[in-house]
């Protein structure tokens, strides 16, 4: 830990941001090191602090597929050869078909999607 730093609960935008440009000076920080130790334990209160403070919405699996697929510059043509099926892969983009197991899994790999995320309920269209 830095000399004249000692880290407590973040509970202000100060804190916060007292944190955060701590951690992008020591983000490289070689493992084991003190510095290290310092990154890590920030990256907890930070995250705890966004966690607290952020309230994040809730985004349904298929805009969660949309966002990633559009971040990486897919089309749904390009992922219909993970899935061999255009057809499926149009209903399920387009709320007629729920994702099936396998679909979940494959997304979680192509896309880095942590397969909680897809997982949830959400509703289909009529």
Same mark, same amino acid.
Do not use: C
């Given at each position: 830990?830095?000399?004249?730093?000692?880290? #407590?609960?973040?509970?202000?935008?100060?804190?916060?941001?007292?944190?955060?440009?701590?951690?992008?000076?020591?983000?490289?920080?070689?493992?084991?090191?003190?510095?290290?130790?310092?990154?890590?334990?920030?990256?907890?209160?930070?995250?705890?602090?966004?966690?607290?403070?952020?309230?994040?919405?809730?985004?349904?699996?298929?805009?969660?597929?949309?966002?990633?697929?559009?971040? #990486?510059?897919?089309?749904?043509?390009?992922?219909?050869?993970?899935?061999?099926?255009?057809?499926?892969?149009?209903?399920?983009?387009?709320?007629?078909?729920?994702?099936?197991?396998?679909?979940?899994?494959? #997304?979680?790999?192509?896309?880095? *999607?942590?397969?909680?995320?897809? *997982?949830?309920?959400?509703?289909?269209?009529?």
């Amino acid at each position: 830990m830095s000399k004249t730093t000692q880290w #407590f609960l973040l509970e202000s935008e100060q804190d916060y941001s007292l944190a955060t440009a701590r951690y992008e000076k020591i983000k490289y920080a070689a493992k084991g090191s003190a510095e290290h130790r310092e990154k890590m334990l920030l990256v907890h209160l930070i995250s705890e602090y966004e966690n607290k403070e952020w309230d994040l919405p809730a985004v349904d699996p298929i805009e969660t597929i949309k966002i990633r697929m559009q971040e #990486f510059g897919l089309k749904p043509a390009d992922l219909a050869k993970h899935y061999g099926n255009k057809s499926n892969l149009s209903k399920v983009l387009n709320y007629q078909r729920p994702l099936s197991l396998p679909m979940i899994r494959q #997304f979680g790999i192509t896309l880095h *999607i942590p397969t909680d995320m897809l *997982i949830q309920e959400y509703a289909l269209k009529e």
